[in-house]
């Protein structure tokens, strides 16, 4: 069966500091990769998303980046975290068009 | 540009009652619409899927339904308990040819025991 792994669950971090979220997915290959945010009270939006290593589409600018160095591996990094990066992010995968399957998110907060 | 919509934002009703949960979208041209569940502070929950050509899913007490003329879709949940308590949101994906899904902001449900 497929697993999708995320940490870690909570960082507390200072503004100005670089910042790497990792996300690995098991049982399944070639599979499409979602970097989420959602901010207290309010709906997901998507940050990144990926169809295969190395392509990475950005839907918002930000100091933001994402990286897909393997098949199943997602990582969001920023070199200088801002007050406003603060917030639940999630990583997701599906295949295709089928259902999309969330990791357990990581709490950021930057002080 | 696709939008979507979940009313009532919360809901609070007895255990056992039967309750819906409403989910809209603006752009009618989809392949297909997720039901999630989401605790607080965890990730969601996949529910149902309903594929364009479908009108309805079930799972065990769950049904969802589409009417994508309407751009429309409903939830229900039949004979509710405290279990049942979580944020439930509906997404649909975009019409771009890619496989970014649009999320609604999501419907806060309470179960009272």
């Known amino acids: 069966s497929q697993t999708i792994h995320q940490w870690p669950a909570t960082l507390v971090q200072p503004v100005g500091s670089p910042l790497s979220l990792e996300c690995t997915v098991e049982g399944t290959s070639n599979p499409n990769l979602y970097w989420y945010r959602q901010a207290a009270g309010r709906g997901l939006q998507l940050l990144f998303y990926?169809?295969?290593?190395?392509?990475i589409s950005s839907e918002v600018p930000q100091n933001l980046s994402a990286s897909r160095p393997q098949d199943r591996q997602f990582i969001l990094s920023s070199k200088k975290l801002l007050l406003s990066d603060s917030g639940f992010y999630l990583c997701?995968?599906?295949?295709?068009?089928?259902?999309?399957?969330f990791g357990s998110g990581t709490q950021l907060s930057v002080l | 540009k696709q939008e979507v919509t979940q009313i009532p934002a919360a809901l609070s009703v007895p255990e056992g009652e039967n309750l819906v949960l409403n989910c809209s979208f603006t752009?009618?041209?989809?392949?297909?619409l997720q039901w999630f569940r989401q605790d607080p502070g965890k990730g969601l929950t996949s529910l149902l899927l309903?594929?364009?050509?479908?009108r309805e899913q079930t799972s065990g007490r769950l049904n969802a339904s589409l009417d994508k003329s309407s751009g429309r879709s409903t939830l229900y949940i039949a004979a509710s308990q405290p279990g049942d308590s979580a944020t439930y949101l509906c997404?649909?994906?975009?019409?771009?040819?890619?496989?970014?899904?649009?999320f609604g902001t999501g419907t806060r449900l309470k179960v009272l025991a």
């Open positions: 997404a649909v994906p975009t019409t771009s040819g890619t496989y970014k899904y649009i």
């Open positions: 997701a995968w599906n295949q295709g068009e089928e259902k999309l399957f």
């Open positions: 309903i594929q364009s050509s479908q």
């Open positions: 752009d009618s041209a989809i392949y297909n």
């Open positions: 990926s169809v295969g290593i190395g392509q």
